[in-house]
């Protein structure tokens, strides 16, 4: 069944990037034979055509094995093909400072998105340089945007552009929808000095909200009627960089509001309002060799508006990682990562939320030792397997595991992706 499903994917994948490409070639022979019987120059139009409009694409497919909890599917005690994505981006140069980006996505993530996966605008912009100057310059970005979350949250989709399969708990994958893009606007600006580089953006705009993960995670897995709806949010950046990028060091700032909207009348949870406010530092060393990335992220959770249930609560989060990377030849790179992540710092042990709740106590906590092995095949084509050892279950899909008594506190997951791009 597994062979077959691959099969079927790998299919649709060769498909439509035939389609594609026959598309793009017909359109090209027909402006050709149009400019020629006007007596245009075809070369020159070629030329700025292939400058001006890029596409690029990329496709995943992960297998995963697992002891304990799920991960992307039934990956229990058995094998689960369960991640799948794949992209399509174009980019237009219109004017020297006016160009236009979007990308397309099919994604299957486990029971989050279902068997048939979901399409969506993971990014549509459009990006005007108010400031060209030598040293640097300042724009702004209208429509749905990227937000500048961390490290690798701005690239999250595109498999090549992080080292290991998945990424680090901060990066709350169950809340992946919430977290890639915003409907808004961010102003940006890039400096350039003798000291180092600096680059600054600020979003703000409405959160993607359409996530089944996220709305149990903030209802605490119960079953109910409505859904959540984002309200005016912000995220902020600052990035500074010297040597050509060797150290790198942020500072990221966001401010998430959110509320429920009910199915019904007689909705309990009528009324609730969320805010999520995060600081992350970020620290980076990228050698020839060695790398280093470490990050912490402070997270500041409040819930108010449905006392009738539980009373107005504020609790602080804590996430933090420390990752080392070695490329032991030009296309194999090894990764070594330590994860923690804390849903309440006075609350790490679990064991309140255990009496409050009856939920077990490795509910609200997890650690984990990551190794992985990336094979750069070709600049297209990557390879990568990796291993986890995990304790807790904080960042599990409640998706993919529905009876929170039964998760396991000690488990491991063993993954291998491929990952292929244009």
């Known amino acids: 069944m597994m062979k077959r499903f691959i099969s079927l994917t790998l299919g649709k994948l060769i498909y439509i990037l035939c389609v594609f490409s026959f598309s793009v070639s017909a359109q090209q022979v027909e402006l050709e034979s149009a400019v020629e019987q006007e007596g245009f120059d075809w070369s020159t139009l070629k030329k700025t055509w292939e400058d001006d409009i890029q596409f690029h694409g990329f496709f995943s497919q992960g297998l995963f094995h697992t002891t304990g909890n799920n991960v992307f599917g039934q ?23 006016l160009s236009f980006v979007a990308q397309g996505l099919y994604r299957r993530a486990g029971e989050s998105t279902g068997d048939q996966g979901e399409l969506s605008l993971d990014y549509a912009f459009v990006d005007i340089t108010l400031l060209d100057f030598s040293s640097g310059r300042i724009g702004v970005r209208g429509g749905r945007v990227k937000n500048p979350w961390g490290v690798y949250n701005e690239t999250r989709d595109v498999a090549f552009t992080h080292p290991t399969i998945f990424l680090p708990l901060l990066y709350f994958e169950r809340s992946r ?25 600020f979003n703000y705009g409405f959160m993607r909200d359409d996530n089944k993960e996220l709305l149990l995670a903030i209802t605490g897995g119960a079953d109910v009627s409505g859904s959540i709806k984002s309200k005016p949010s912000l995220m902020t950046q600052l990035n500074y960089e010297i040597m050509g990028g060797q150290y790198a060091f942020a500072i990221t700032y966001s401010n998430i509001n959110l509320g429920y909207t009910p199915g019904n009348d007689s909705d309990p949870f009528t009324g609730l309002q969320v805010c999520f406010e995060s600081f992350i530092l970020s620290a980076q060393y990228n050698g020839e060799r060695f790398s280093l990335v470490g990050e912490y992220n402070m997270q500041w959770n409040r819930f108010s508006g449905i006392t009738n249930i539980r009373p107005d609560t504020s609790t602080v989060s804590e996430y933090w990682y420390v990752q080392a990377g070695y490329r032991l030849l030009d296309n194999l790179q090894m990764t070594l990562r330590y994860d923690s992540g804390v849903r309440d710092t006075n609350d790490r042990s679990g064991e309140k939320v255990h009496e409050r709740t009856g939920a077990p106590a490795h509910f609200v906590f997890a650690q984990d030792i990551v190794v992985g092995l990336r094979w750069d095949i070709t600049p297209s084509w990557m390879v990568r397997a990796e291993y986890q050892r995990v304790h807790g279950a904080a960042a599990v899909s409640l998706l993919d595991n529905p009876s929170i008594p039964d998760l396991a506190l000690d488990w491991n997951v063993y993954a291998l992706q491929v990952a292929f791009r244009f």
């Open 75 to 97: 990956s229990k005690n058995s094998v689960s093909a369960g991640l799948t994505e794949l992209g399509l981006n174009i980019s237009y140069q219109a004017l020297n400072n």
């Open 177 to 201: 929808a919430l977290l890639i893009s915003m409907d808004g606007g961010q102003v940006y600006a890039d400096y350039n000095t003798s000291v180092g580089n600096f680059i600054f953006k």
